[in-house]
């Protein structure tokens, strides 16, 4: 009977083990701050996708990416930061590292350490910042692999959820694309005026708390092909007179199909207190 017992221990004791590591890989937080930086020059056939969400669901902020094409990659460059500071569990209530603190009769009493908070400021936020130049060539190829023979596909939608802003850049069919897009977006968390009144006695500045969130956007492109660029705006709360839908405040689409040049400049803000525009205001012409 010694050995019967023996394994039963020991198959006892890897459940025991099972559930600790379980539970520790529950403890473990998400990879919330992302960086990519990417540099691709060649000739043949291309394929990516690129998929950011800093929250779960319908919240937060998103964007996905996809390229495919074949031919020559004259040049590309891409950077894409993205970071999740909104329910990180970084600092007392998501306020940052060096943070820590305690409710006491319903008061934030914080205690500070030195550099404490996000590098960002205050107070937290989720963000997105995407940056790419492309200049692309369609032409056939062979390998060994086969023959591949897609003229190039571009397409690019960026979400954010806290003020119901969509923007989508997209190009199909193109038999030449040279391109620059710079998209930046954000949304600020909530903070305690106790907090907020504890961190201003310690010298930090905050946004206008009318601001929620912002989505920018600098788009030049020169395509020979089929272009669409549009965004959307809508209230991020359902309304009972349009039965559970949401309101559309503002739309703006438009299909090319040619040869064109085209640049834009598109700014969606909670409204109009959100400070400074953060995609460059002054580009090359």
């Known amino acids: 009977m010694a050995p019967v017992q023996g394994g039963i221990q020991a198959r006892r004791l890897l459940a025991a083990l099972a559930v600790l590591a379980i539970v520790i890989a529950g403890m473990a937080g998400a990879a919330n701050y992302m960086y990519e930086k990417a540099s691709v020059k060649g000739v043949g056939y291309k394929n990516v996708d690129l998929i950011i969400s800093t929250q779960s669901g319908f ?4 964007l996905v990416e ?5 031919g020559n ?15 990180s569990r970084c600092g ?22 030195e550099g404490a908070g996000w590098s960002t400021g205050e107070p937290p936020m989720d963000y997105i910042n995407f940056t790419k130049d492309a200049e692309l060539e369609y032409m056939p190829v062979s390998y060994q692999t086969g023959t591949y023979d897609q003229k190039w596909v571009e397409k690019l939608c960026v979400q954010n959820y806290k003020i119901g802003a969509v923007l989508t850049e997209m190009y199909t069919h193109a038999e030449s694309l040279q391109k620059t897009t ?14 907020k009144k504890a961190f201003i006695n310690e010298g930090y500045t905050f946004p206008p ?29 359902a ?15 438009e299909d090319l199909t040619g040869v064109f040049s085209i640049e834009k400049f598109i700014q969606l803000w ?9 995609v460059d205001w002054l580009p090359c012409v």
Not at 59 to 62: C, E, F, I, V
Not at 209 to 235: M, Y
Not at 239 to 253: C, F, I, N
């Open 59 to 62: 919240n937060g902020t998103k």
């Open 66 to 70: 996809m390229e495919s094409g074949s």
């Open 73 to 87: 990659v004259i040049s590309e460059k891409t950077v894409v930061e993205a970071e999740r500071q909104i329910g």
């Open 92 to 113: 007392f209530k998501d306020l940052g590292p060096g943070i820590n603190g305690h409710t006491d009769d319903g008061l934030d009493v914080l205690i500070f350490s």
């Open 182 to 195: 710079m998209v930046r977006t954000r949304l600020y968390g909530k903070i305690s005026a106790s907090a």
């Open 209 to 237: 708390s009318c601001c929620t969130g912002v989505l920018e956007a600098q788009l030049k492109s020169v395509v020979i092909g089929v272009a669409h660029i549009g965004w959307l705006s809508k209230d991020p709360l």
């Open 239 to 253: 309304s009972k007179d349009l039965k559970g839908r949401h309101a559309e405040y503002g739309r703006s689409v």
């Open 270 to 278: 909670g409204n109009s207190t959100c400070g400074q525009i953060s």
